[in-house]
């Protein structure tokens, strides 16, 4: 039994560091980041380098059908519920090296720093790595911790297709991650997750740690708009059924609706496929997804009533078609009163400046909020950029923020 870890107590910064730079091998991007998106074969590299590392430092790995990995270090109460502590690895297409891969990573430098301490916790600590945090090539986003939360049934997350078609069950035997343990059988003490901020805000407050004690709602919309394939240069304006146009002034609309409902709003449109997207041919379909966001919910849900509602006005006069489906949604969380005092008290203890945080990006948290206490912490980035290769953070700022999950993971679970 050793004392609780006092103030002087840090995680490896080199290792942390190290270990980063060592996962960002794995599915080099185009500009300096990663495309290490779910269920590929880079995503089944990362796993096994991942896998490794974690039975190194003696953790035991369990799978679930869903693919997530989860790394056990036992505790001395055989009846003590775990503590999970993670995050994603699998990026975005043009993904940076932080986002998602700081949250195992630095979940797996607390095992580590633990193991170098000789420190044991009454409960266990899961380390652990949801499978398709990001969405971007099986909508919707956080599909594994919505399955282990009850949201999604197995069978709807295993027919998800990706752009080509591919099915995520499919893809999860493919690259040998099909695990045998039930989703969701698990259960939680408390979980955290550390993450990058993705946002401006604590590098112009310049405060190294977020307290994150909320994350705001989201609705993603599906829209499929049809017109009529025609030559862009012999068809007069007057006989033109435009579903490109249609879908341009949806998206103004979009913009206007998130601007009339500040602050606290945000809307935008991600992805957009126009078929067949040749030069000149006008297209005869386009689907693309309206993504809309607000801390409060009552506004996030009149948003999206308005952007339904005045969709037909647009795609009406042009002779347009519209469908619209919403393929993904979270209400506002509330993250847990005590795990926020944990993590805001372990930064006091060791110095760090710090604020309260909403999260503007979905997690992982969201939905194991939903079973468990949770919570997360955050560090800054540069410019508030992420979701972009160029995503960057300091080696300080990494540590920083795991120093505080470190302090704020032991407490919880209990020397
Ligand atoms: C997940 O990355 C999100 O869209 O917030
Ligand atoms: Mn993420
Ligand atoms: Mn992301
Ligand atoms: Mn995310």
């Known amino acids: ?101 700081l949250g195992v990573l630095g979940a797996l430098e607390v095992v580590r720093t633990m193991n170098d301490l000789g420190i044991k916790t009454k409960h266990p600590i899961v380390v652990t790595n949801w499978t398709n945090e990001e969405g971007a090539r099986f909508a919707p986003a956080m599909l594994a911790s919505g399955v282990f939360a009850g949201i999604h049934t197995l069978d709807y997350a295993y027919d998800r297709k ?60 599906e829209f499929t708009l049809t017109g009529r394939e025609a030559h862009t240069g012999s068809t007069p304006m007057n006989m033109r059924v435009n579903a490109g146009l249609a879908m341009a002034r949806i998206m103004e609309m979009v913009q206007t609706v998130a601007m009339e409902n500040q602050p606290g ?15 000149n041919v006008l297209p005869g379909k386009v689907v693309f997804t309206v993504d809309i966001r607000s801390p409060d919910k009552a506004k996030l849900d009149r948003m999206r009533a308005r952007i339904e509602a005045e969709a037909p006005g647009i795609t009406e006069p042009l002779g347009v078609g519209c469908s619209i489906e919403a393929i993904g949604h979270f209400a506002p969380v509330t993250f847990d009163p005590t795990l926020v005092t944990a993590v805001r008290t372990a930064a006091e203890k060791l110095g760090y400046s710090h604020m309260d945080l909403i999260s503007g990006a979905g997690h992982d948290a969201c939905w194991a909020a939903k079973v468990a206490p949770a919570t997360m912490v955050m560090c800054p980035c540069v410019g508030g950029l992420s979701h972009n290769e160029a995503e960057d953070i300091s080696k300080e700022w990494a540590s920083a923020g795991c120093d505080v999950l470190f302090h704020a993971v032991v407490e919880t679970a209990e020397i």
């Not at 980063?20 to 590299?45: V, Y």
């Not at 003490?189 to 740690?209: D, N």
């Open 265 to 279: 709003a945000v809307g935008g449109v991600g992805q957009v496929f126009f078929s067949p997207n040749s030069r």
């Open 1 to 101: 039994m050793v004392a609780a870890p006092g103030e002087n107590m840090r995680v490896n910064a080199d290792r942390l560091w190290a270990t980063l730079m060592d996962m960002a091998k794995i599915g080099p991007g185009i500009a300096g980041g990663n495309n290490r998106q779910t269920l590929t074969d880079e995503d089944g590299e990362g796993r096994k380098l991942f896998k490794t590392w974690c039975e190194d430092a003696g953790l035991t790995i369990g799978v679930d059908k869903m693919g997530t990995m989860f790394a056990t270090r036992p505790g001395t109460d055989p009846d003590a519920l775990p503590v999970y502590v993670g995050s994603h690895l699998d990026t975005q297409p043009t993904g940076g090296k932080y986002d998602g891969v």
């Open 162 to 221: 990706d752009p080509d078609g591919k099915t995520f069950g499919d893809e999860l035997k493919r690259i040998g991650w099909l695990g045998d343990e039930e989703v969701g059988a698990r259960k939680m003490h408390a979980y955290f997750e550390y993450h990058i901020e993705q946002g401006p805000i604590l590098e112009a407050e310049e405060k190294t740690i977020g307290v994150v004690t909320h994350c705001q709602g989201l609705w993603w919309l």
